[in-house]
């Protein structure tokens, strides 16, 4: 079934292996589609997955409310309104730091870090809603949605790539790329990736999730804002601000994309109504609003310390008792940590509301020659700063100037790469039209940040000029 015949009705799920019999949208399933909807080759397999995962997530996001217009010719009037509303509600928040209010969205350092490892799991496989349209190049009415995929991708600049943004952002403060979080968090992702693969058979879903997406949110400029206070290169935030305006940018061709793709005499009301609910997709799971909000520093310092605590409960000496047990009994059952922490506090080890310097345990675990230097990786270590320091922290950030936004460095890549040399010989020799499909599957959202992914996204590119 191509994009051209399947405008209508939705195709039926074809079985899905091992994961058919569950619920996708349902605890625990979430990331185990996520992950193999990203990883393997892309089969048949793969494909049957997304189609029934999708048709899972389009089924509740029937029952949300609609947002969109009803007619279709008043989107642009509608996106343009939107980002007027966003750009005063904006002017506003900058009022109200300029007059001495605090953040809105970040308590913390820690609070950041949390918030860029909650939404990694998206952020990780952007613009992958959008890779079924790369077998369209040839089809001008596909234009828009081709140039938006393709700038997700950095046109095969690493420092334009979204991806190998975001994976830098996370390694410069130790934030794992497959981070333990709950499974709800890798929904908006698998929905993505679920897109990218049934895109002809979803293809006005396709179009609808991508007009939702690329429609600028004011927690983007906030959090762009807020994160270069904290010192966190903001430019990923802050490139997705400019490339989405409603002007020239991702906003302004969603909403060409769609009249280009809408039908002309066929069931217009049929594909307009699965372009709505599309759209409806964005509003599953956990938005950034939530779970900024969600957040709570000491419960998110307990539950690192109880993953951790198997692996050094047997681990320290019996030399210093608290309230006259050891640290390996207070380590040696779950549901103790609260009280340790407590017991610390009580002996003068931690010095809650003080500068973090000023307390013993904050010594033994960060600095030159700490006795338990590298046993905390430096988002823990960002947790338990954060959490000694308290009301002090929070009186330091008042006076503290605000920092320049970051900009982005160009990510070394490695000179000579084994999948470079073999994606180069499997294009050497070649028809362009044989090159093309050699060429897509390194577009794919598991490989396009990668070195033989970004050469592969330049030739597309070329190629792509040349056979028009």
């Known amino acids: 079934m191509t994009a051209l015949t399947s405008l209508h009705q939705p195709a039926t799920p074809a079985t899905a292996g091992p994961f058919t019999d569950a619920p996708f949208t349902e605890a625990g399933n979430v990331r185990q589609c996520y992950e193999r909807l990203l990883q393997g080759p892309d089969d048949t397999d793969k494909q049957s997955m997304a189609q029934a995962f999708l048709q899972s997530c389009l089924e509740k996001a029937a029952a949300l409310p609609q947002e969109t217009p009803d007619d279709p010719a008043a989107l642009q009037a509608w996106v343009e309104e939107h980002s007027a509303g966003v750009a005063r509600q904006y002017a ?32 990780l496989v952007d613009g992958a809603w ?14 828009g949605l081709l140039c938006t995929y393709l700038e997700e991708l950095g046109d095969g600049n690493p420092a334009q790539n979204h991806v190998v943004i975001y994976r830098k952002l996370l390694a410069e403060h130790g934030l794992p790329d497959t981070p333990d979080i709950d499974d709800e968090r890798y929904l908006q992702g698998a929905v993505q990736l679920a897109l990218g693969y049934a895109g002809d058979e979803y293809l006005p879903e396709v179009i609808g999730y991508n007009l939702g997406y690329e429609q600028l949110p004011l927690h983007l400029l906030i959090s762009a804002y807020e994160l270069s206070e904290l010192a966190i290169d903001p430019y990923y935030f802050t490139l997705h601000v400019t490339i989405d305006n409603a002007s020239t940018g991702h906003a302004h061709k969603a909403v060409q994309s769609l009249l280009q ?16 609910l599309g759209y409806r997709l964005n509003d599953l799971g956990q938005g950034s609003r939530a779970i900024i909000e969600a957040f709570d520093l000491e419960r998110e310092v307990l539950d690192m310390l109880e993953r951790k605590r198997p692996f050094g409960q047997h681990m320290h000496s019996d030399y210093c008792k608290f309230q006259g047990k050891t640290v390996n009994q207070w380590l040696a059952e779950p549901g103790q940590l609260e009280g340790f922490l407590q017991a610390l506090q009580d002996k003068g080890w931690i010095k809650r509301h003080e500068d973090p310097q000023n307390s013993r345990f904050w010594n033994l675990i960060e600095g030159a020659g700490a006795a338990m230097f590298g046993v905390f990786s430096p988002y823990e270590k960002q947790l338990l700063h954060d959490w000694i320091a308290g009301d ?29 040399r073999n994606l180069q010989q499997a294009l050497r020799g070649n028809a362009p039209d044989e090159q093309m499909q050699t060429l897509m599957p390194w577009l794919s959202a598991r490989c396009h940040s990668h070195p033989a992914g970004l050469l592969a996204t330049r030739r597309f590119i070329e190629l792509k000029s040349v056979l028009r």
């Open 130 to 143: 959008l890779y079924g349209v790369l077998k369209h190049w040839h089809d001008h009415r596909f234009e």
């Open 392 to 420: 002090w922290l929070n009186e330091r950030s008042r006076s503290a100037p605000r920092r320049n936004q970051g900009a982005a460095c160009e990510p070394q890549m490695p000179v000579e790469d084994p999948d470079v």
């Open 261 to 276: 793709l809408m039908p002309m005499e066929a069931d217009r009301e049929a594909f307009w109504r699965r372009v709505t």
């Open 92 to 123: 506003d928040y900058l009022e109200r730091r300029k007059n001495g209010g605090p953040r809105e969205f970040f308590s913390s350092k820690a609070h950041a870090l949390y918030f860029l490892q909650a939404v990694a799991p998206t952020k």
